[in-house]
Nanobody, 124 residues
Framework: QVQLVESGGGLVQAGGSLRLSCAAA????????MGWFRQAPGKEREFVAA????????RYADSVEGRFTISRDNAKNTVYLQMNSLKPEDTAVYYC?????????????????WGQGTQVTVSS
């Protein structure tokens, strides 16, 4: 079992930055791939970024590549999402998720545990 709690969301102007954190409770955090997803009003939840448990490799959605960075600190049971050069279209509720699968899962159904989400609003 893994419990996830996100923090760090808020309101920011276009071009600004935010760092999201996701604190995990559970002894096997280091054995899970971690991902960030987002969901805007009226849209489906979409993949943003993932980081593997094995070698720290990462994967990003095309829409955030070069602007967002996912990282993890297994000693602190925390995963981060650094978001730079934010755009109004990045506005959404952001969720972190944990997957026991090897590699870099990108589908919602590949993740077993989810946080409650944190709102990110980017004004133009």
């Amino acid at each position: 079992q893994v419990q996830l709690v996100e923090s760090g969301g808020g309101l920011v102007q276009a071009g600004g930055s935010l760092r999201l954190s996701c604190a995990a409770a559970g002894r096997t955090f280091s054995s899970y791939a971690m991902g960030w997803f987002r969901q805007a009003p009226g849209k489906e939840r979409e993949f943003v970024a993932a980081i593997s448990w094995s070698d720290g490799s990462t994967r990003y959605a095309d829409s955030v590549e070069g602007r967002f960075t996912i990282s993890r600190d297994n000693a602190k049971n925390t995963v981060y999402l650094q978001m730079n050069s934010l755009k109004p279209e990045d506005t959404a509720v952001y969720y972190c998720a944990a997957s026991p699968r090897y590699g870099l899962p990108i589908r919602v159904l590949q993740y077993d545990y989810w946080g409650q989400g944190t709102q990110v609003t980017v004004s133009s």
